[in-house]
């Protein structure tokens, strides 16, 4: 019988391959190693992961520790953290609980109305910005709930209504568009807007910001553009608040656009976010995130044999390889397998065949060298395993790390 993929897929369990390779169909090599550990005794709730799921561990320490670095870069300005995208993967309520006592945080910025809700849901006090879109209702909703909305466009009417309901301005940051071309109003049409606002008696403008393009010469245009329209509505007397502009790029490049507040993501993750500032020196940040599993299967390839879809690998020589239960559904990326390594016991092991959606191979050696159980790094905050070695090592940005694992895996907060 020709096995499809397919096939492979509905199969299921364990058993019947088992039976189909004693009867011939299917080759299998040496047998596990180690027999698959039972998964205990007791009952689990249907929706608990098995001992051998991928899970992502948040290191609170070096959470508030990037933080007192980046306060220290900053001449101890305030902070507004960007904690967007599920907390840069860490799970935005478990952050935002680490982030949320300490004195140098002014505040926490998300992008989805429904994360900031989650924030305020989980007991988090400090201001929140929205940095993404909404409707009306949804800024009613926002504003019941403390969420700061960010404003570009000229919707002075909802403002008006939301005002008079609850009897108090509204309050509002500003954003301007200096170059980046998202979002935001653009800088040369900036001025009437900003000024409408701020004389608004329905508006309490508390910040105003923009969001450099990381392109570090257009940067400096950005940031004379930015300065240029501030200083000018403030000379009429217009009320912008905390002006800022500095996310974690800017904390190293640009001093002079740390104004009055800085809004760094990544670096409060641990993680820098390009390769060349890792031995700048200029901010010790430790990796608040680890992905980690456990090897499901240990077995030998015979020279010629082959492991993953299309064949992507070939055993040159007889050797070993494990199976771990990560693939890129579980935000461990595709093109790791083109030279990644994970360590297990210690030891880096090369990432080989192809990342599939559940499943990524390792070359052990020519030796078992691991056994079923042992647990797997795929990265955390050694060094050599860091998300910025596994960036160099296989060129995926940083940020298609850690922002893209998957919300469902176990977050354990230590
Ligand atoms: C408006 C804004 N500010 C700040 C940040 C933080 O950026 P980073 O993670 O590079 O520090 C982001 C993230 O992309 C952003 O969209």
């Known amino acids: 019988m020709a096995l499809s993929r397919r096939t492979f897929i509905t199969a299921g369990t364990l058993a019947p391959l ?12 040496t047998p596990p190693a180690t ?3 039972s998964p205990g005794a007791q009952r689990r709730a249907p929706d608990a992961s098995s001992a051998f799921d991928p899970w992502v561990e948040v290191h609170a320490g070096n959470l508030r520790h990037n933080v007192a670095e980046i306060q220290r870069r900053a001449g101890g300005r305030p902070i507004l953290a960007v904690i967007k995208n599920n907390g840069y993967g860490a799970g935005v309520a478990n952050v935002a609980r680490v982030l949320d006592p300490l004195p140098s945080i002014a505040g926490l910025a998300v992008v989805k109305l429904q994360e900031a809700v989650t924030l305020r849901d989980a007991g988090i006090r400090k201001p929140i910005l929205l940095l993404g ?6 800024l009613e909703e926002a504003v019941s709930r403390d969420i700061t909305p960010m404003v570009y466009t000229p ?3 909802w403002l008006d209504r939301l005002a008079a309901k609850r009897g108090r301005p509204v309050p509002i940051q500003v954003c301007i568009d200096t170059g980046i071309g ?11 807007l900003v000024r409408d606002l701020a004389a608004s008696r329905s508006v309490a403008i508390d ?12 940067d400096r245009e950005q940031l004379a553009r930015f300065q240029s329209i501030c200083a000018s509505l ?23 656009a740390f104004l ?8 409060i993750f641990g993680v820098h976010p390009e390769p060349q500032f890792r031995q700048s020196g200029v901010m010790d940040l430790r990796p608040a995130l680890a992905l980690r599993a456990r090897v499901i299967y240990v077995k030998q390839l015979k020279k010629g044999d082959s492991a993953g879809y299309n064949r992507a690998y070939l055993a040159d020589r007889d050797v070993w390889i494990a199976t771990l239960p990560t693939g890129h559904t579980d935000g461990w990326p595709r093109v790791a397998a083109k030279g990644a390594r994970v360590r297990i016991g210690g030891r880096l092991y090369p990432v080989v065949a192809s990342v599939s959606a559940s499943h990524t191979i390792v070359e052990v050696g020519e030796a078992p060298a691991v056994t079923i159980g042992d647990p797997v790094t795929f990265y955390d905050w050694e060094d050599g395993s860091r998300p910025e070695d596994v960036s160099a090592a296989c060129g995926v940005s940083v940020y298609d790390l850690t922002m893209h694992l998957n919300p469902l895996l176990p977050r354990r907060l230590i």
């Open 18 to 29: 088992a039976a189909w390779a004693r009867a011939g169909t299917l080759q299998t090599q």
């Open 182 to 192: 998202r979002v935001g109003v653009p800088w040369r049409d900036a001025a009437p």
């Open 133 to 138: 879109p909404f409707d009306e209702r949804d």
């Open 260 to 267: 009055d507040m800085v809004r760094p993501g990544m670096a």
């Open 35 to 37: 027999p698959v550990p």
């Open 207 to 218: 910040g105003t910001f923009m969001t450099f393009t990381e392109d570090p010469a257009y």
């Open 234 to 256: 403030e000379r009429d007397g217009a009320r912008l608040g905390a002006k800022h502009a500095a996310s974690s790029y800017t904390l190293y490049q640009h001093p002079d």
């Open 155 to 157: 919707i002075g009417s």
